[in-house]
Protein backbone atom coordinates (compact mmCIF):
# COMPACT_ATOMS: atom_id res chain seq x y z
CA UNK A 1 0.00 0.00 0.00
CA UNK A 2 1.22 3.20 -1.41
CA UNK A 3 1.03 6.32 0.70
CA UNK A 4 -0.85 8.79 -1.36
CA UNK A 5 0.44 11.69 0.14
CA UNK A 6 4.01 11.44 -0.90
CA UNK A 7 2.39 10.87 -4.43
CA UNK A 8 0.66 14.32 -4.18
CA UNK A 9 3.67 16.71 -2.91
CA UNK A 10 2.01 16.60 0.95
CA UNK A 11 5.21 15.77 2.89
CA UNK A 12 4.82 16.95 6.18
CA UNK A 13 8.60 16.20 6.58
CA UNK A 14 9.97 19.41 8.10
CA UNK A 15 6.70 21.13 9.91
CA UNK A 16 7.74 19.61 13.52
CA UNK A 17 11.49 22.02 12.94
CA UNK A 18 9.04 25.06 12.87
CA UNK A 19 6.79 24.01 15.61
CA UNK A 20 10.22 23.52 17.56
CA UNK A 21 11.22 27.17 16.78
CA UNK A 22 8.36 28.63 17.40
CA UNK A 23 8.48 27.11 20.62
CA UNK A 24 11.60 28.07 21.39
CA UNK A 25 11.57 31.34 20.65
CA UNK A 26 8.23 31.76 23.50
CA UNK A 27 10.45 30.07 25.81
CA UNK A 28 13.20 32.70 25.45
CA UNK A 29 10.61 35.60 25.66
CA UNK A 30 9.42 33.85 28.43
CA UNK A 31 13.01 33.75 30.04
CA UNK A 32 14.15 36.73 29.39
CA UNK A 33 10.81 38.86 30.60
CA UNK A 34 11.00 36.85 34.14
CA UNK A 35 14.56 37.89 34.33
CA UNK A 36 13.97 41.45 33.86
CA UNK A 37 11.06 40.88 36.29
CA UNK A 38 12.80 39.50 38.85
CA UNK A 39 15.86 42.58 38.58
CA UNK A 40 13.28 45.00 38.76
CA UNK A 41 11.68 43.10 41.35
CA UNK A 42 15.22 43.21 43.35
CA UNK A 43 16.15 47.07 42.34
CA UNK A 44 12.62 48.28 44.30
CA UNK A 45 13.82 46.00 47.22
CA UNK A 46 17.18 47.32 47.61
CA UNK A 47 15.75 50.93 46.89
CA UNK A 48 13.34 50.44 49.85
CA UNK A 49 16.21 49.10 51.94
CA UNK A 50 17.94 51.98 51.16
CA UNK A 51 14.91 54.27 52.46
CA UNK A 52 14.92 52.45 55.69
CA UNK A 53 18.39 52.88 56.13
CA UNK A 54 18.32 55.93 55.47
CA UNK A 55 15.28 57.01 57.84
CA UNK A 56 16.77 54.91 60.82
CA UNK A 57 20.20 56.80 60.38
CA UNK A 58 18.14 60.43 60.16
CA UNK A 59 16.10 59.29 63.10
CA UNK A 60 19.37 59.15 65.09
CA UNK A 61 20.13 62.37 64.02
CA UNK A 62 18.22 64.19 67.40
CA UNK A 63 19.18 66.71 69.40
CA UNK A 64 18.63 66.26 73.10
CA UNK A 65 16.87 69.61 74.98
CA UNK A 66 16.06 69.77 78.37
CA UNK A 67 12.27 70.63 78.92
CA UNK A 68 10.92 71.00 82.31
CA UNK A 69 13.76 69.09 83.75
CA UNK A 70 13.75 66.09 81.74
CA UNK A 71 15.92 65.41 78.52
CA UNK A 72 14.14 65.32 75.49
CA UNK A 73 14.90 64.18 71.91
CA UNK A 74 13.81 66.38 68.68
CA UNK A 75 14.45 65.78 65.45
CA UNK A 76 14.73 68.86 62.95
CA UNK A 77 14.14 68.63 59.52
CA UNK A 78 17.85 69.94 59.04
CA UNK A 79 19.14 67.31 60.63
CA UNK A 80 16.76 64.40 59.25
CA UNK A 81 18.33 65.77 55.73
CA UNK A 82 22.04 65.97 56.64
CA UNK A 83 22.11 62.38 58.39
CA UNK A 84 20.01 61.01 54.72
CA UNK A 85 21.97 62.65 52.37
CA UNK A 86 25.00 60.98 54.49
CA UNK A 87 23.35 57.44 54.08
CA UNK A 88 22.38 57.93 50.66
CA UNK A 89 25.92 59.28 49.70
CA UNK A 90 27.50 56.32 51.14
CA UNK A 91 25.73 53.38 50.15
CA UNK A 92 22.96 54.47 47.93
CA UNK A 93 25.03 54.01 44.27
CA UNK A 94 22.87 56.25 41.70
CA UNK A 95 20.05 56.79 44.53
CA UNK A 96 18.88 59.93 44.91
CA UNK A 97 17.52 61.56 47.66
CA UNK A 98 14.12 63.26 46.81
CA UNK A 99 12.99 64.61 50.36
CA UNK A 100 14.14 63.99 54.50
CA UNK A 101 12.03 65.84 57.16
CA UNK A 102 10.62 65.10 60.41
CA UNK A 103 6.51 65.87 60.46
CA UNK A 104 6.14 65.52 64.21
CA UNK A 105 9.96 65.93 65.75
CA UNK A 106 10.06 62.57 66.60
CA UNK A 107 10.06 60.94 63.47
CA UNK A 108 12.28 60.87 60.34
CA UNK A 109 10.53 60.39 56.55
CA UNK A 110 13.20 60.05 54.15
CA UNK A 111 12.19 59.69 49.98
CA UNK A 112 14.29 57.87 47.60
CA UNK A 113 14.16 57.66 44.06
CA UNK A 114 16.24 55.42 41.38
CA UNK A 115 15.70 54.08 38.28
CA UNK A 116 16.15 50.77 36.87
CA UNK A 117 17.31 49.51 33.56
CA UNK A 118 16.80 45.81 32.24
CA UNK A 119 19.75 43.74 32.69
CA UNK A 120 19.06 42.30 29.06
CA UNK A 121 17.85 44.49 26.55
CA UNK A 122 14.44 43.04 24.67
CA UNK A 123 11.60 44.44 22.45
CA UNK A 124 9.10 43.59 25.43
CA UNK A 125 10.67 45.46 28.13
CA UNK A 126 10.39 48.71 28.93
CA UNK A 127 14.44 50.68 28.80
CA UNK A 128 14.39 51.80 32.00
CA UNK A 129 11.41 52.77 34.94
CA UNK A 130 11.72 55.41 37.87
CA UNK A 131 11.27 54.10 41.18
CA UNK A 132 10.50 55.72 44.16
CA UNK A 133 10.89 54.01 48.02
CA UNK A 134 9.76 56.48 51.24
CA UNK A 135 10.37 54.92 54.89
CA UNK A 136 9.17 56.72 57.80
CA UNK A 137 11.49 55.85 61.47
CA UNK A 138 10.78 56.88 64.93
CA UNK A 139 13.57 58.23 67.20
CA UNK A 140 14.91 55.45 70.08
CA UNK A 141 14.27 58.54 72.79
CA UNK A 142 11.51 60.12 73.77
Known amino acids: ?17 IL ?3 YAVLALVAIL ?8 YLSQKRLDALADAAALAAADGFEVTVVDGAPLATLTDAAVRRQAELMVAEVGRDAV ?17 GTWHPPVVTLFVPDG ?14
Open 1 to 17: MRDSRAEHGQDDEGSIL
Open 33 to 40: ICVAATSL
Open 129 to 142: VALEATATSRTALR
Open 20 to 22: TLG
Open 97 to 113: LLSAETPDGVSARVTVA
